[in-house]
């Protein structure tokens, strides 16, 4: 059995700043690719950023400049540091881990952490 618990959520102003968490637990054999995606109302889900068991990184456009992410291998944790925020940013995250537990190996999803910029 495998959870993901994210945190960090919540209403920031525009060009505040927010830290998202997405820790993995469970009978965990390795961890390959971890990331963020987001969905906003009306929209479909996107990537907003991604990240591999050597720390190479992709981000989309959006938020290139902007965001972070990083992971600690130790902790089967992955963060998404968010500054300069803007309204546009507003959505509901999710946390996506590619896993490998013993035999299978699997991507997960976050239950969602909702971010609103709004003054």
């Known amino acids: 059995q495998v959870q993901l618990v994210e945190s960090g959520g919540g209403l920031v102003q525009p060009g505040g700043s927010l830290r998202l968490s997405c820790a993995a637990s469970?009978?965990?054999?390795?961890?390959?690719?971890m990331g963020w995606y987001r969905q906003a109302p009306g929209k479909e889900r996107e990537l907003v950023a991604t990240?591999?068991?050597?720390?190479?990184?992709v981000y989309a456009d959006s938020v290139k400049g902007r965001f972070t992410i990083s992971r600690d291998n130790a902790k089967n944790t992955v963060y998404l540091q968010m500054n300069s925020l803007k309204p546009e940013d507003t959505a509901v995250y999710y946390c996506?881990?590619?896993?490998?537990?013993?035999?299978?190996?699997?991507?997960?999803w976050g239950q969602g952490t909702q971010v609103t910029v709004s003054s």
């Open positions: 990240i591999t068991g050597t720390g190479s990184t």
């Open positions: 469970g009978r965990i054999f390795s961890i390959n690719r």
């Open positions: 996506n881990v590619d896993l490998s537990t013993v035999p299978t190996r699997k991507v997960y």
